[in-house]
C-alpha cells in the first residue's frame, strides 16, 4: 500500500504560480511513475501531467504545456507540480496518483493505469 499526501493547492490570482507537492510513502519510489490529475466541479477526472520513473520523460495535456512543470526528487519521495502563468480554468482538485511500473521510461495518461492516489488539494484561480 502506497501514502500519498499532497500539498500546495491555495488561492491565486490569475496570472500567478503555485507549487503542488506529493510525497509518497514507502522505499522503493524510484518504481512509481507518477501523475498529475485534476477535477473540476461537475467535471470528470482529467490528467494534467506524467512523469516516468527515472524523471527523464514528461508529457502534459494540451491545455497546460508551456505553463506547468513535473519533477520528482527521487531522494525526497516526492513529485512536485509547478503552475505558473495560471488561469481560471485551471482551478480544480489537483491529485496525484502513482503507477508501480517496470518500465523505466515509461509514462502513464490514462486514470485506470494508476494504482493509488492521494486525497487531493483544492487549487483556487480568480480573476
Known amino acids: 500500500q502506497v501514502q500519498l499526501v499532497e500539498s500546495g493547492g491555495g488561492l491565486v490570482q490569475a496570472g500567478g504560480s503555485l507549487r503542488l507537492s506529493c510525497a509518497a510513502s514507502?522505499?522503493?519510489?524510484?518504481?512509481?511513475?507518477m501523475g498529475w490529475f485534476r477535477q473540476a466541479p461537475g467535471k470528470e477526472r482529467e490528467f494534467v501531467a506524467a512523469i516516468s520513473r527515472s524523471g527523464g520523460s514528461t508529457y502534459y495535456t494540451n491545455s497546460v504545456k508551456g505553463r506547468f512543470t513535473i519533477s520528482r526528487d527521487n531522494a525526497k519521495n516526492t513529485v512536485y507540480l509547478q503552475m505558473n502563468s495560471l488561469k481560471p480554468e485551471d482551478t480544480a482538485v489537483y491529485y496525484c496518483?502513482?503507477?508501480?511500473?517496470?518500465?523505466?521510461?515509461?509514462?502513464?495518461?490514462?486514470?485506470?493505469?494508476?494504482?493509488?492516489w492521494g486525497q487531493g488539494t483544492q487549487v483556487t484561480v480568480s480573476s
Open positions: 514507502g522505499r522503493t519510489f524510484n518504481t512509481y511513475a
Open positions: 496518483a502513482v503507477k508501480e511500473s517496470m518500465r523505466y521510461s515509461y509514462l502513464y495518461t490514462g486514470r485506470s493505469q494508476y494504482d493509488y
